[in-house]
């Protein structure tokens, strides 16, 4: 039942994301614009979404007896995207950089399940982080400013 949940939680996600794409800007010269990384990754999220939903009609019809992990598995997955929407309101507020090292750094340890290692906990997010941000500045791609910096 948690595979057929999230997956029409994130198929929901995937059709908002398309849709808000509608309005961003158009170049007349190109087949790429703006819309284009966000609308595949949108498309792709939505075709794992049907793929996660078949598997888990299959597993649920196939499989009546109750599992006694699935309700872990709910609760690791809800406090997944529970943290990922504090840190979309997080990047409104401090901009990209500071919350993207700290959810690297809180998913580091907690897909290690509590592990602290030095190299997976801050050298890892630190560097993606940073390589993003040149990345982006290379491409003259502006980052997300929060509002309080």
């Keep these: 039942m948690a595979n057929i949940l999230f997956g029409l939680f994130f198929l929901v996600l995937s059709v908002v994301t398309f849709l808000e794409t509608r309005g961003f800007s158009k170049l007349n010269y190109s087949v790429m614009n703006s819309a284009t990384f966000p609308r595949i990754v949108a498309l792709l999220m939505a075709f794992f979404s049907f793929i996660v939903i078949f598997r888990g009609l299959k597993a649920h019809f196939h499989n009546n007896k109750k599992d006694n992990t699935e309700a872990a ?23 990209f950089l500071i919350p993207t090292i700290l959810i690297l750094m809180f998913y580091s340890v907690y897909l290690n399940f509590g ?35």
């Design 73 to 95: 598995i709910n609760r690791y997955g809800a406090f997944g995207i529970a943290v990922t929407l504090v840190y979309v309101l997080l990047v409104g507020l401090l901009g």
């Design 115 to 149: 592990k602290f290692r030095l190299v997976d906990t801050l050298l890892i997010p630190g560097i993606t982080t940073i390589l993003v941000v040149v990345m982006f500045l290379f491409l003259n791609i502006p980052l997300m400013r929060g509002s309080l910096f």
